[in-house]
């Protein structure tokens, strides 16, 4: 018994620490406590298991996943080409509702407007969205594993149906 | 969570007296079985988490939370001063018990002041 | 050159003092742990000795371990007041 929750001990430390997204992490590190908790009891310690449960497993995994949610950076790469900069009234309009669509998920907006085409950008850079403009016609593209696609989805098939929403892929 | 659901805000409603009976439980109880002040008291402010979850509005006031623990602090080292004087003096004999529960109380309230106060502070005014 | 002498010699005290007063023998703790098991309830009448140990045989301790808990929600406070929200310290 107490082998089985060690072993389960040792693999979800090391899955801790090796995942890719943190909020995996975190949910690792929870089940880590518990898994701890059943071994301080399994050595007749109920009072740290007691406090091992509560303190690890339920108070720091929600603190994390808090403090993931607030200091969320959403990066919005805008595209402009040439002597179009950006700066008229439709292009304005659209990233002020993206930006409304950042707060309401909580994260933080970083707009960065660039000229480099979209290849170099997936290639080369960290981003969540990347929006271009074409004669009038605005595109968004974001990639497959993003955590806010569906709710960009919904957000702009509400807001701004003219926009097509692109899944760019791995 | 901007969008919280009707769901979740429902059943930790349901849920939460429940926690705060256990919590109770394992303060009152704590010279008897497994728990104690410190476990007890983190029981109860993870109350605080589940109210965050159900609607995150914040309804304890930090300056009265600070004076309670503050309070309970004090009268914590007023317990132990009176406690070392009638044990030397044999005023009192025997009666243990009754000093467990009381210390047991004041640590739990301490603890779960302290620990409501990091998680409101953490989740409601920490923005950047 | 000074600083780096200051600092060995206060290290060399350290390990004098900590060498003399270190008495490496299991047997004082199984002592003191029989000791707790043997008398806990018939010292105070409690049925789980870890409460009669940091109540009782520890209170120090104890008292110690709430204050430092205090110190660091205080701590807490002072560093996380620049998000604004209360008026209050």
């Keep these: 018994m107490i082998q089985v929750a060690l072993v389960l001990v040792i693999l979800a430390a090391l899955a801790a620490v090796q995942t890719r997204y943190l909020r995996h992490g975190v949910i690792y590190l929870g089940l880590f406590s518990l898994g701890i908790a059943f071994v301080y009891l399994l050595y007749n310690a109920p009072d740290v298991a007691l406090a091992e449960a509560i303190i690890g497993s339920t108070l720091s995994t929600v603190l994390f996943i808090v403090a993931l949610q607030k200091y969320k950076i959403f990066t919005i790469y805008y595209r402009v080409s040439g002597e179009d900069a950006g700066q008229d009234a439709a292009s304005q309009s659209v990233i002020k509702s993206l930006e409304k669509f950042c707060t309401k998920q909580e994260l933080e907006a970083q707009i960065i407007y660039t000229t480099e085409p979209i290849a170099d950008i997936v290639e080369n850079h960290q981003f969540s969205i990347i929006m271009n403009k074409q004669n009038m016609q605005y595109d968004v593209f974001i990639h497959e594993n993003n955590y806010k696609i569906d709710a960009l989805k919904t957000y702009l098939s509400q807001e701004l149906p003219s926009i097509n929403v692109k899944i760019l892929e791995d | ?128 | ?89």
């Design chain 3, 1 to 89: 050159m000074r600083r780096k002498v200051i600092a060995f010699v206060l290290i060399l005290i350290a390990g004098v003092i900590l060498l003399t007063y270190y008495t490496p023998s299991p047997t004082t703790e199984k002592m003191m742990a029989s000791y707790a098991m043997a008398n806990a309830e018939k010292d105070t009448g409690a049925q789980n000795i870890v409460t009669v140990v940091y109540l009782y045989y520890r209170y120090y301790d104890t008292l110690f371990e709430a204050l430092t808990l205090m110190v660091s929600i205080v701590a807490v406070i002072y560093i996380s007041y620049h998000g604004g929200g209360s008026s209050h310290e």
């Design chain 2, 1 to 128: 969570m901007s969008d919280h659901s009707q769901l979740l805000s429902r059943s930790i409603g349901i849920i939460y007296p429940i926690i705060l009976i256990f919590g109770l439980y394992v303060i009152f109880n704590g010279h008897v079985t497994p728990g104690g002040g410190f476990q007890g008291g983190a029981i109860i402010g993870a109350i605080m988490i589940a109210k965050y979850l159900a609607d995150p509005i914040p309804f304890l006031s930090l300056e009265w939370t600070q004076s309670v623990e503050k309070a309970t602090l004090l009268i914590l080292y007023v317990l132990a001063a009176l406690f070392c004087i009638v044990t030397t003096l044999q005023i009192v004999v025997g009666h243990f018990t009754i000093f467990l529960i009381l210390s047991n109380t004041l640590i739990g309230l301490k603890v779960a002041c302290g620990m409501s106060i990091i998680i409101n502070r953490f989740v409601y005014y920490e923005t950047r």
